[in-house]
């Protein structure tokens, strides 16, 4: 049999690697934890409301443990006597996770640089994409959501340890 | 509002019920103040209560001035409800000093005497457990005294790059002791047959970072022990280092369900320590953007408290109305939620072109929400076996707490904080002010729905009032900053402008409570100025953080599935809680 790869595409087949379809899966149907903090989490509801539907990008199913989930968004300023436990709930998700900074607290304080706030939650778990704003709208949360899954579709977990 | 020459003879009577405890009376923007010693206090505020129908302890808050002999300051605020009348009590303690507690005077003391003995070290003798409340168990210090410094972490320039220190992780401490506390006040009780759980902070149905540990036999609780601090934000020494205006912004981040009632409450109180009016048009605008912002939180409080008890669909048309009361925020601020719009002086900017048209067309499509809510909810059997009866709140208890808002009236007692010590220019309004009957989550849900239409009543009333231009903020130099204008033109404009953005202003020294009806209850702010450019002490009366108090008693000897419906009728938002 001499098929040409053009010829294959024809027949409805496409070739891609494991690696490819395996990340594909996963990016497409991230679930969050149910993780509000404070004002973000206002916004993170609202993007799960009819206007923003997040489940236009697969990530609707929110979990209420850590143990289902495999992103947290950090929706607000986390202080020092929630950080162990945002430590301790990162440290019960399953492989392979991912952590979003949703805002200026969780991402480096942002006004509150003070006693009682760990200025930015990369100091407690380690942070994939930071999302801006005081809080960002449910549009800047779907949009890092979205960065997200470029980082997710282009991770190779099979090649490389997943770190 | 009570007048200044009643209140004098309120000082006088009160001397003459409590013979000895009242050490000097003063008087402040219409506020009594009465000194007493630490031996006369319990003496005092027990007169208070039985003897002249001082019912309601609003707030008690502690202040800190390291240069006196006795350092500590503690104010009670106390009000009577038939009445309608206030008073502070303010006392001074030295460091080692102990206070007489007030829990068996007013139930409420409880959590605000931790507060002070968390963030001031102050001890009150007689306590049922004095322990910290916002500040993690592994704390050392207590940070809202003036030689805690504000911490944090400096911004790295050139400069600066290779000295900065980073924050000390403290946080480390709490490591592998997430569980510190579950034993903490259940020790005690050592049947067999008995479990304790726990419940958050990270919970979908508890409003945000609290926590709640119960104890259970089967499905009934015995004992429930709320711990909170989560979200403990420093907000009060964070903003006694900003200036007065600027600390305007960080009141959006208490209670984040509605931001601008907080900058409202704030704005109000340094207006009263300033003695400034401001125009009858930005005190219109105020009204119409604070009961905008009441009808955004009790959307999500109904939503969120309708998903706990398994009712999603109302969560999605509730979100459905708010997002047209957030794009009028956005359209009138450029942002969704904390729009710092209201600040000192009156409003940040005037009204853009088609405000009027945008909120007549919300005001236009609301009411037939809130009935399709009703539909959804009102006659639904299993809402109605959810809540009917469920954690009954009676006006005794209601009191005793000092609960305020839909919590207080939802147990059938009138109090409003919009027309009994009216501000702004709600007397100008006409509304009702809907009462529960039996005080359960049914009613809290009734008064809230109620609350609903008339806050559209009032948004409808307010916007006729207010024409499309005109003053927005007072015309006081000193205050608000000069127009552009005004400011190519004249020099004496660009003096103030300078001084403005430089300084700041500098209200005159004195101490003032002032306090408004949020969405949630009595929202009072307690300032403190020096004379200088900054809030010596700013502290926040949160009805959140008062009426969370009253948990602990809805749900000992209910079931675990009402601790839920209980938490939802509260409808505490932990950033105002925590602050």
Same mark, same amino acid.
């Given at each position: 049999?001499? @098929?040409?790869?053009?010829?294959? @595409?024809?027949?409805?087949?496409?070739?891609?690697? @494991?690696?490819?379809?395996?990340?594909?899966?996963?990016?497409?149907?991230?679930?969050?934890?149910?993780?509000?903090?404070?004002?973000?989490?206002?916004?993170?509801?609202?993007?799960?409301?009819?206007?923003?539907?997040?489940?236009?990008?697969?990530?609707?199913?929110?979990?209420?443990?850590?143990?289902? !989930?495999?992103?947290?968004?950090?929706?607000?300023?986390?202080?020092?006597?929630? &950080?162990?436990?945002?430590?301790?709930?990162?440290?019960?998700?399953?492989?392979?996770?991912?952590?979003?900074?949703?805002?200026?607290? &969780?991402?480096?304080?942002?006004?509150?640089?003070?006693?009682?706030?760990?200025?930015?939650?990369?100091?407690?778990?380690?942070?994939?994409?930071?999302?801006?704003?005081?809080?960002?709208?449910?549009? &800047? @949360?779907?949009?890092?959501?979205?960065?997200?899954?470029?980082?997710?579709? &282009?991770?190779?977990?099979? !090649?490389?340890?997943?770190? | 509002?009570?007048?200044?020459? +009643?209140?004098?003879?309120?000082?006088?009577?009160?001397?003459?019920?409590?013979?000895?405890?009242v050490t000097g009376?003063g008087?402040?923007?219409?506020?009594?103040t009465l000194t007493t010693t630490p031996e006369n206090l319990?003496?005092?505020?027990?007169?208070?209560?039985?003897?002249?129908?001082?019912?309601?302890?609003?707030?008690?808050?502690g202040a800190d001035y390291p240069g006196r002999s006795k350092r500590f300051e503690v104010n009670?605020?106390?009000?009577?409800?038939?009445?309608?009348?206030?008073?502070?009590v303010k006392v001074s303690v030295g460091e080692d000093e102990p206070l007489p507690?007030?829990?068996?005077?007013?139930?409420?003391?409880?959590?605000?005497?931790?507060?002070i003995?968390?963030?001031f070290g102050v001890r009150?003798?007689?306590?049922?457990?004095?322990?910290?409340?916002?500040?993690?168990?592994?704390?050392?210090?207590h940070?809202l005294r003036k030689d805690f410094?504000?911490?944090?972490?400096?911004?790295?320039?050139?400069?600066?790059?290779? /000295?900065?220190?980073?924050?000390?992780?403290?946080?480390?401490?709490?490591?592998?002791?997430?569980? #510190?506390?579950?034993?903490?006040?259940?020790?005690?009780?050592?049947?067999?047959?008995?479990?304790?759980?726990?419940?958050?902070? *990270?919970?979908?149905?508890?409003?945000?970072?609290?926590?709640?540990?119960?104890?259970?036999?089967?499905?009934?609780?015995?004992?429930?022990?709320?711990?909170?601090?989560?979200?403990? =934000?420093?907000?009060?020494? =964070?903003?006694?280092?900003?200036?007065?205006?600027?600390?305007?912004?960080?009141?959006?981040?208490?209670?984040?369900?509605?931001?601008? +009632?907080?900058?409202?409450?704030?704005?109000?109180?340094?207006?009263?320590?300033?003695?400034?009016?401001?125009?009858?048009?930005? *005190?219109?605008?105020?009204?119409?953007?604070?009961?905008?912002?009441?009808?955004? /939180?009790?959307?999500?409080?109904?939503?969120?408290?309708?998903?706990?008890?398994?009712?999603?669909?109302?969560?999605?048309?509730?979100?459905?109305?708010?997002?047209?009361?957030?794009?009028?925020?956005?359209?009138?601020?450029?942002?969704?939620?904390?729009?710092?719009?209201?600040?000192?002086?009156?409003?940040?900017?005037?009204?853009?072109?088609?405000?009027?048209?945008?909120?007549?067309?919300?005001?236009?499509?609301?009411?037939?929400?809130?009935?399709? #809510?009703?539909?959804?909810?009102?006659?639904?059997?299993?809402?109605?076996?959810?809540?009917?009866?469920?954690?009954?709140?009676?006006?005794?208890?209601?009191?005793?707490?000092?609960?305020?808002?839909?919590?207080?009236?939802?147990?059938?007692?009138?109090?409003?904080?919009?027309?009994?010590?009216?501000?702004?220019?709600?007397?100008?309004?006409?509304?009702?002010?809907?009462?529960?009957?039996?005080?359960?989550?049914?009613?809290? #849900?009734?008064?809230?729905?109620?609350?609903?239409?008339?806050?559209?009543?009032?948004?409808?009333?307010?916007?006729?009032?207010?024409?499309?231009?005109?003053?927005?903020?007072?015309?006081?130099?000193?205050?608000?900053?000069?127009?552009?204008?005004?400011?190519?033109?004249?020099?004496?404009?660009?003096?103030?402008?300078?001084?403005?953005?430089?300084?700041?202003?500098?209200?005159?020294e004195?101490e003032?409570?002032?306090?408004?009806?949020?969405?949630?209850?009595?929202?009072?702010?307690?300032?403190v100025?020096d004379?200088?450019?900054?809030?010596y002490r700013?502290?926040?009366?949160?009805?959140?953080?008062?009426?969370?108090?009253?948990?602990?008693?809805?749900?000992?000897?209910?079931?675990?599935?009402?601790?839920?419906?209980?938490?939802?009728?509260?409808?505490?938002?932990?950033?105002?809680?925590?602050?």
């Amino acid at each position: 049999m001499n @098929v040409t790869l053009d010829q294959l @595409v024809g027949h409805g087949i496409i070739l891609t690697s @494991v690696e490819d379809v395996l990340q594909w899966g996963r990016k497409s149907a991230i679930w969050p934890m149910i993780f509000g903090l404070a004002c973000c989490a206002i916004e993170m509801m609202g993007m799960v409301a009819p206007r923003f539907d997040v489940a236009r990008f697969g990530a609707e199913v929110f979990r209420g443990t850590p143990r289902q !989930s495999d992103l947290i968004i950090i929706a607000g300023r986390l202080s020092v006597k929630m &950080a162990p436990v945002l430590r301790r709930l990162y440290e019960q998700m399953p492989e392979p996770k991912w952590v979003l900074a949703m805002g200026a607290c &969780a991402s480096c304080g942002g006004v509150f640089n003070n006693y009682a706030i760990v200025q930015g939650a990369d100091k407690v778990v380690p942070v994939d994409i930071y999302v801006p704003g005081c809080p960002p709208s449910p549009d &800047a @949360v779907i949009f890092g959501l979205m960065e997200l899954q470029k980082k997710i579709q &282009a991770q190779r977990p099979l !090649s490389q340890p997943v770190a | 509002m009570t007048t200044a020459a +009643t209140d004098i003879s309120l000082a006088e009577l009160i001397k003459a019920r409590c013979p000895g405890a009242v050490t000097g009376a003063g008087e402040f923007r219409g506020e009594t103040t009465l000194t007493t010693t630490p031996e006369n206090l319990h003496r005092l505020l027990s007169t208070l209560k039985t003897d002249l129908g001082f019912n309601y302890l609003a707030d008690i808050a502690g202040a800190d001035y390291p240069g006196r002999s006795k350092r500590f300051e503690v104010n009670y605020q106390v009000s009577s409800i038939p009445a309608n009348r206030s008073v502070r009590v303010k006392v001074s303690v030295g460091e080692d000093e102990p206070l007489p507690t007030a829990t068996d005077v007013w139930k409420t003391a409880n959590w605000h005497e931790r507060e002070i003995f968390d963030l001031f070290g102050v001890r009150f003798s007689g306590h049922p457990d004095l322990r910290r409340i916002l500040c993690p168990d592994f704390w050392t210090g207590h940070p809202l005294r003036k030689d805690f410094p504000l911490d944090g972490e400096e911004v790295a320039f050139t400069h600066n790059q290779d /000295s900065i220190k980073p924050q000390e992780a403290i946080w480390k401490k709490g490591l592998g002791k997430a569980e #510190y506390a579950l034993e903490q006040g259940t020790a005690d009780v050592g049947e067999e047959t008995t479990m304790v759980i726990n419940m958050g902070p *990270q919970h979908p149905s508890t409003h945000g970072v609290l926590r709640l540990v119960l104890q259970l036999d089967g499905e009934t609780v015995l004992r429930t022990i709320p711990h909170i601090g989560y979200l403990h =934000t420093g907000i009060e020494k =964070t903003a006694e280092n900003l200036t007065w205006q600027q600390a305007v912004v960080v009141t959006d981040r208490m209670d984040y369900l509605s931001p601008p +009632t907080n900058n409202l409450a704030y704005a109000l109180a340094v207006e009263k320590l300033m003695g400034i009016e401001i125009p009858e048009r930005a *005190q219109d605008i105020r009204v119409l953007i604070a009961e905008l912002t009441r009808l955004a /939180s009790h959307l999500i409080a109904l939503g969120t408290h309708a998903m706990e008890l398994g009712a999603m669909s109302v969560f999605f048309y509730c979100w459905r109305d708010r997002e047209l009361i957030l794009d009028i925020m956005d359209f009138l601020s450029g942002v969704r939620m904390m729009t710092s719009f209201i600040n000192i002086g009156g409003v940040r900017a005037d009204l853009p072109d088609g405000f009027h048209k945008k909120v007549q067309d919300f005001l236009d499509v609301f009411p037939a929400s809130v009935d399709e #809510y009703d539909g959804l909810l009102t006659n639904n059997r299993i809402w109605e076996k959810r809540t009917l009866g469920v954690s009954v709140i009676t006006p005794e208890e209601a009191l005793d707490y000092a609960l305020s808002g839909p919590n207080i009236r939802g147990s059938g007692i009138k109090w409003d904080l919009r027309k009994d010590r009216p501000y702004l220019t709600y007397p100008k309004y006409s509304f009702d002010v809907p009462v529960g009957k039996t005080g359960d989550v049914y009613d809290r #849900y009734l008064v809230r729905l109620e609350e609903m239409r008339q806050s559209r009543e009032i948004c409808v009333q307010a916007l006729k009032q207010i024409s499309p231009r005109g003053e927005f903020r007072t015309a006081d130099r000193k205050i608000s900053p000069p127009p552009k204008e005004e400011l190519e033109r004249n020099m004496e404009a660009l003096i103030h402008h300078f001084l403005l953005y430089t300084r700041g202003f500098q209200p005159p020294e004195g101490e003032v409570y002032s306090a408004i009806e949020s969405a949630r209850g009595e929202l009072g702010i307690y300032l403190v100025s020096d004379g200088s450019n900054k809030p010596y002490r700013m502290h926040v009366r949160a009805p959140s953080f008062v009426s969370l108090q009253i948990l602990p008693a809805l749900c000992e000897g209910g079931l675990v599935a009402d601790v839920i419906a209980a938490i939802g009728s509260l409808d505490p938002v932990m950033g105002e809680v925590d602050r």
